[in-house]
């Protein structure tokens, strides 16, 4: 094995380590008609199942990498739950002072 590709599997591996595995996962879509039992009908009969992919919702966003700020695709379930590090422009409720020099 290349040393090119031992460490591209390396960065890969790091990247699904921090945000998971972003390709959608796949399932079916099932089409039906009739009306349900339980609301006076005959019961529910399946037309028809399609295949689909249930995609993640991403995001490009900047991210704070091993201290150097990087543009990333991110599920925003991992933003909400504040698993990802987000760089500070500035500190809230500061104003930037001009350098003296």
Same mark, same amino acid.
Not at 14 to 19: N, P, R
Not at 24 to 42: C, D, E, H, M, V
């Given at each position: 094995?290349? $040393?090119?590709?031992?460490?591209?599997?390396?960065?890969?591996?790091? !990247?699904?380590?921090? =945000?998971?595995?972003?390709? %959608?996962?796949?399932?079916?879509? +099932? *089409?039906?008609?009739? !009306?349900? !039992? =339980?609301?006076?009908?005959?019961?529910?009969? $399946? *037309?028809? +199942? $399609?295949?689909?992919?249930?995609?993640?919702?991403?995001?490009? #966003? @900047? #991210?704070? /990498?091993?201290? #150097?700020?990087?543009? @990333?695709?991110? %599920? #925003?379930?991992?933003?909400?739950?504040?698993?990802? /590090?987000?760089?500070?422009?500035?500190? %809230?409720? *500061?104003?930037? /002072? %001009?350098?003296?020099?």
């Amino acid at each position: 094995m290349s $040393t090119l590709k031992k460490n591209k599997r390396i960065k890969l591996a790091k !990247k699904h380590k921090l =945000y998971g595995d972003n390709r %959608p996962s796949l399932g079916n879509q +099932i *089409t039906r008609r009739g !009306k349900a !039992k =339980y609301l006076g009908g005959n019961g529910r009969k $399946t *037309t028809g +199942i $399609t295949r689909r992919a249930f995609r993640k919702n991403l995001q490009r #966003v @900047r #991210v704070l /990498e091993d201290g #150097v700020v990087v543009r @990333r695709r991110v %599920p #925003v379930a991992l933003l909400r739950s504040g698993l990802i /590090e987000k760089p500070v422009v500035r500190e %809230p409720f *500061t104003i930037d /002072e %001009p350098q003296k020099s």
